[in-house]
């Protein structure tokens, strides 16, 4: 995975030993204090929030890298969260959005929990800058919304879609009814990953934001993606994203005692909070182009 390729390129640091264990909820403490009997000195891990939360209702001992996000719980001493939050990529795109001169939105986003985070998180921010949120639709109704709602979707400027299940038939509608000067802007979810022109040729226009080692991948990046590409073509075109986070968690585990506030990562610029939580910042945009992703410079204005 991403965590050992990126043990195998050369480092500043000191090359730890590595153990791995596989741990399921019935046996996350019991491993826990396991690796602390092994002499571990930092732990990362567990991947999975129900783990995560088992683990922050006692008293952790090392510097322990867990990698999701589970925002409602105490701080915990000891406890980081580095994660792909789709919250940390909903701010980037308020942040794009305004700085492009937008100020009235509408929203798209799916059913489910999943959706309810990403918008009350755009629409919490987008308020307080003092924008507006014209209309939030859930993906079931869009269809029903764009046609009976059509006068108010008017003073619309910009579109954030969330959909990725759909996103390549809602893009062709909402030009349809909005025309091809409103902006739309999404998250990651909207592009595999792997460039498809066949697949992605109803997104053209759409605005995107990524991280660096999906959109403009460093020289460590390429390295990495290579040897994975030879050793696990299949799975790192699936997990691709995956892999960086697995880059990030061993390049942060080696400074975990001693974190800075915000350092560069393949996931994009991490940034520490007082609760322990690794946000992402400044990552990367693109836009489709004949179905391909372009990369966007920081200061195109897209109204």
């Known amino acids: 995975n991403g965590f050992l390729e990126a043990a195998k390129v050369k480092q500043k640091y000191k090359k730890p030993q590595i153990t791995v264990y596989n741990v399921t909820s019935d046996n996350i403490l019991a491993k826990y204090k396991q690796a602390i009997k092994d002499g571990a000195e930092v732990i990362v891990g567990?991947?999975?929030?129900n783990n995560i939360q088992i683990l922050t209702g006692n008293i952790l001992t090392v510097p322990t890298l867990a990698l999701n996000h589970v925002v409602d719980i105490d701080k915990t001493n000891n406890l980081y969260q580095l994660g792909l939050s789709p919250e940390d990529e909903a701010l980037e795109v308020v942040k794009r959005a305004w700085d492009d001169g937008h100020r009235s939105a509408m929203i798209l986003?799916?059913?489910?929990?999943?959706?309810?985070r990403i918008l009350n998180t755009f629409s919490l921010q987008w308020k307080k800058l003092g924008g507006?949120?014209?209309e939030h639709i859930y993906g079931k109704n869009f269809e029903y919304s764009m046609r009976k709602k059509f006068r108010k979707f008017k003073k619309v400027d910009m579109v954030f879609m969330v959909a990725p299940q759909h996103a390549r038939q809602f893009v062709p509608l909402i030009i349809s009814k909005l025309g091809n000067k409103i902006p739309i802007y999404s998250i990651s979810r909207v592009y595999s990953g792997t460039p498809n022109s066949e697949l992605d040729k109803n997104l053209n226009g759409v605005l995107f934001v990524d991280m660096p080692w999906i959109l403009k991948p460093d020289a460590n990046?390429?390295?990495?993606q290579i040897a994975l590409k030879q050793s696990q073509p299949k799975k790192i075109q699936k997990f691709n994203r995956?892999?960086?986070?697995?880059?990030?968690?061993?390049?942060?585990?080696?400074?975990?005692?001693?974190?800075?506030?915000q350092w560069q990562g393949q996931t994009g610029q991490l940034n520490l909070d007082n609760n322990g939580i690794i946000h992402r910042k400044q990552m990367p945009w693109a836009h489709f182009v004949n179905g391909f992703p372009h990369l966007l410079d920081k200061t195109i204005i897209t109204k």
């Open 46 to 49: 567990p991947l999975l929030k």
């Open 109 to 116: 986003v799916p059913d489910g929990s999943w959706g309810e």
């Open 132 to 134: 507006k949120l014209i």
């Open 221 to 224: 990046a390429v390295k990495m």
């Open 242 to 261: 995956l892999y960086a986070l697995g880059v990030d968690a061993y390049n942060t585990s080696l400074k975990l005692r001693n974190l800075e506030q």
